[in-house]
């Protein structure tokens, strides 16, 4: 070919804008017989009258003695020139030259961005776009390959199964960006994690799966360790410290069985009895627990039912509260019963938290309180003022419109917003004090008490109290339960007493069974009192006939 050839110009000129590399060998010399400026570019001089093993072995013939274009007619191949850092996708192809040579065309081609395409479509298929970790289809993969590994190895594995609780309360009380954000910490906490970095995969909204390989199965306690100490501690949000704990269900391969869904089932199964026994907690699968889960899933079928029905199959009981000083019924505090017609009678214990967790307790939280008002109305109507207490779950007290809600059912009752007591606990997750302030602050512009409920449970902290403007301390029941023997029961309960005279709150004990231990609050100064000492939850019925006269 002559270099003034116009042809072989039109050809030069064809073979530059074809972006891609192209270069011709005689297959007997190895010679480069032509070039286009790509490959020059690429090589950082003109090639032409080199010979191919130039590229890459400067010279050194010897080296070169696979010599791709000699041993193969055509040949394919990707590769990546970690000098570059680029993708190149090579062929070549003998074909007769010009001038009659028996040649090797070889063509290169930059690949690099349908690789990174390539590998993004393969991420997002195998990875969650939020947090970065592999997701549920990963992990069924994941998981097969280690169950045929503890089958073949005869050793074992196992699966944790990871939910937040209570995650929900932090997306509606900070909004989902912080949600969003709180995942991505616990991802990253996860992966640091020494035995489980690799095997780490978020399977739905707040859920996470850890793989336990057979290879680190005896670190499992360390492991577990690890993931409670991650999460014992408070994650930055929005400028403020929240608490976040998990329920996670464990199940161990393949003495639990070796089918990928079935385990992943089992893991689960644990994780919700974890849940139901009160959260933050990790319940290990066993084999009975089944049944149970089960009478779960109809308990929230059922749920969804009777809420749509217009909550007719919940029930208001009541239970007195008596004035320690008098042994008079200074009110009620109602609490919710469920007449499920398929399941039967079901106390709060069995349904409230699932209630909560599948966002169901908003409308049966209403239901609750407008009846509780309509009743407190009825009886101010026949002259009897007394309080009607009514709990109110966190996830209620954070939704957006709780404070119209409320403003809304005391109008249409018509209920003397004195005579209600709103009982709120405290919570874990919920941890911002100027929000719930606000909150508070607002109901209670409305007249109506706040009561915290469960006091000495959770963190019991005083300066809560203190900021919330409470008006009265509910301490839980465990306190009272051994306090005729127990120094330290008695000692907390005469020291709240003694404080709430400073904070001017007053104080209820919960759980008074008997008269040794209504003798000693008596002792201690408390203000009010509620148990089964002296009346259990009864219907409305009968506490109007009971306490009331009616
Ligand atoms: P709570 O608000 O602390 O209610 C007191 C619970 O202690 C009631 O259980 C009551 O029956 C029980 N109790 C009272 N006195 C005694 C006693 O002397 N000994 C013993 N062993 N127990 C006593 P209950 O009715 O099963 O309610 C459990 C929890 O369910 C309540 O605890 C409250 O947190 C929740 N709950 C009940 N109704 C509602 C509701 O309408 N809405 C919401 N959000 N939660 C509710
Ligand atoms: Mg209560
Ligand atoms: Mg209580």
């Given at each position: 070919m002559n270099e003034n050839d116009n042809s072989y110009t039109a050809l030069k000129e064809i073979l530059n804008n074809l972006g891609s590399g192209i270069f011709v060998i005689d297959?007997?010399?190895?010679?480069?017989?032509f070039h286009n400026e790509i490959i020059a570019k690429m090589a950082g001089?003109?090639?032409?009258?080199?010979?191919?093993?130039?590229?890459?072995?400067?010279?050194?013939?010897e080296q070169c003695k696979y010599c791709i274009p000699l041993k193969h007619k055509n040949y394919f191949a990707e590769t990546f020139d970690e000098k570059m850092e680029r993708w190149y996708e090579v062929k070549y192809n003998d074909i007769t030259w010009v001038d009659g040579r028996e040649v090797s065309l070889c063509n290169v081609t930059d690949i690099t961005d349908k690789k990174k395409y390539q590998q993004r479509i393969e991420f997002q298929a195998n990875n969650d776009?939020?947090?970065?970790l592999f997701n549920r289809m990963r992990c069924e993969e994941d998981l097969q390959i280690c169950i045929m590994e503890a089958l073949s190895s005869k050793t074992k594995g196992a699966i944790l199964f990871i939910d937040l609780d209570d995650f929900k309360h932090i997306n509606d009380g900070l909004g989902h960006q912080y949600g969003d954000v709180l995942l991505k910490m616990i991802s990253v906490g996860l992966q640091?994690?020494?035995?489980i970095e690799k095997r780490c995969?978020?399977?739905g909204g707040d859920e996470f799966i850890i793989i336990i390989e057979p290879a680190v199965y005896s670190q499992m306690e360390e492991i577990l360790s690890e993931i409670q100490k991650l999460f014992s501690k408070p994650w930055y949000l929005g400028g403020a410290d929240y608490y976040c704990t998990m329920s996670m269900g464990i199940v161990t391969f393949v003495d639990n069985g070796s089918d990928v869904n079935d385990l992943i089932k089992k893991a689960d199964i644990a994780m919700y009895e974890a849940k139901k026994s009160g959260k933050n907690k990790s319940v290990r699968y066993n084999k009975g627990g089944d049944k149970n889960s089960y009478i779960q899933l109809d308990i929230e079928k059922n749920m969804r039912s009777a809420v749509a029905s217009?909550?007719?199959e919940f029930e208001i009981y009541i239970q007195p509260i008596v004035d320690?000083?008098?042994?008079?019924?200074?009110g009620g505090e109602a609490l919710i019963r469920w007449n499920s017609r398929k399941l039967g009678f079901l106390s709060p214990g069995d349904f409230i938290p699932l209630a909560e967790h599948m966002g169901l307790i908003t409308p049966i939280g209403e239901y609750v309180l407008k009846q509780s008002c309509m009743l407190n109305k009825k009886w101010s109507d026949q002259g009897i003022d007394i309080h009607i207490n009514v709990n109110l779950s966190i996830v209620q007290l954070l939704s957006n419109n709780i404070v119209d809600n409320i403003a809304d059912i005391i109008s249409r009752t018509g209920?003397?917003?004195?005579?209600l007591v709103l009982e709120v606990t405290e919570s874990l997750a919920i941890n911002d004090m100027s929000r719930m302030k606000n909150i508070i602050k607002e109901i209670k512009a409305l007249g109506v008490n706040i009561a915290l409920d469960d006091?000495?449970?959770?963190?019991?902290s005083l300066n809560y109290i203190k900021q919330m403007d409470l008006d009265i301390i509910k301490v839980d029941r465990t306190f009272i339960?051994?306090?005729?023997?127990?120094d330290y029961a008695k000692a907390f309960i005469k020291l709240i007493a003694e404080l709430s005279t400073q904070l001017d709150v007053q104080v209820c004990v919960e759980g008074v069974e008997d008269e040794k231990q209504l003798a000693v609050l008596k002792e201690l100064n408390i203000d009010m009192i509620q148990g089964?000492?002296?009346?259990?939850?009864?219907k409305v019925q009968e506490f109007e006939r009971k306490y009331l006269s009616l």
């Open positions: 297959k007997s010399t190895r010679e480069i017989l001089r003109d090639m032409v009258g080199c010979h191919c093993y130039d590229f890459h072995y400067n010279g050194m013939a776009f939020l947090t970065g640091q994690i020494k035995g995969y978020r399977v217009h909550c007719s320690v000083a008098t042994e008079c019924c200074a209920v003397r917003p004195e005579n006091f000495g449970t959770g963190y019991s339960r051994d306090i005729a023997e127990d089964f000492y002296f009346g259990k939850p009864m």
